[in-house]
């Protein structure tokens, strides 16, 4: 399996005397209803699995329900959200040989452009790392609770997020095929951003 990474980001320099600027960023939310829609669909799959037995006797009703939210969520973030909230997109596709190709591009960074805020890339990341765990949860649940009939969409929920989680991964660090080192790259700079940037402001 092949992988083609799509850069279009450019070194730009920062404006370190726009304190203005900084705070917009880190307190606004540019794309309102693409943040909305990123935690609709997936919330709304979760809350419908888990009121199913509770408002619908009507398991196909159920079953059909959910799996049009997930499928509409793995929609818009592959294809929007994930451009507007973090400027990153990712695709599979199959050449003539047969091989497949993991696509990733990253957002320009230029003065036209309208940066994604620090606001709408945490509730992009959590709501993608988070989802996932839940679906999780919900394998075992219904693994041990015997309701074997409900792991056929569990798992559908579990395929379908963990593949958008997996591909923009891979995105934001650069197209590296070795999932333990993305997995490790990408925890230590969550953890740097977490720690560094509340002390930054504190000094400031």
């Given at each position: 399996m ?7 980001t450019?070194?730009v320099?920062?404006d ?10 880190k ?17 709304s ?57 993991w ?12 940066a994604?805020?620090e606001?709408?890339?945490r509730?992009?990341?959590?709501g ?37 989680l ?10 590296e ?28």
């Open positions: 092949k992988q083609a990474l799509v850069d279009d450019e070194d320099s920062l370190f005397g726009n304190e203005e600027e900084l705070a917009f960023r307190a606004k939310i540019r794309h309102p209803v693409a943040t909305f829609f990123h935690l609709f669909f997936r919330v799959a979760i809350i419908t699995y888990v009121g199913c037995d509770w408002f619908s006797r009507s398991f196909v009703g159920c079953f059909v329900t959910v799996l049009l939210l997930l499928s509409f969520d793995f929609w818009s973030v592959k294809n929007v959200t994930g451009r507007l909230m973090v400027g990153l997109r990712w695709w599979n596709q199959i050449d003539e040989d047969g091989k497949s190709h696509i990733f591009e990253a957002r320009k960074v230029s003065p036209n452009t309208v994604a805020t606001a709408e890339a509730v992009f990341w959590l993608l790392i988070i989802c996932p765990m839940i679906w999780i949860v919900f394998f075992f649940s219904s693994l041990f609770s015997l309701k074997l009939k409900w792991l056929a969409l569990v798992i559908a929920g579990i395929s379908l997020q963990a593949a958008n997996y591909g923009y991964v891979l995105c934001k660090m650069g197209g095929s070795d999932i333990s080192k993305v997995t490790a790259s990408f925890l230590s700079q969550t953890v740097f951003q977490t720690a560094y940037f509340p002390r930054q402001r504190r000094l400031k």
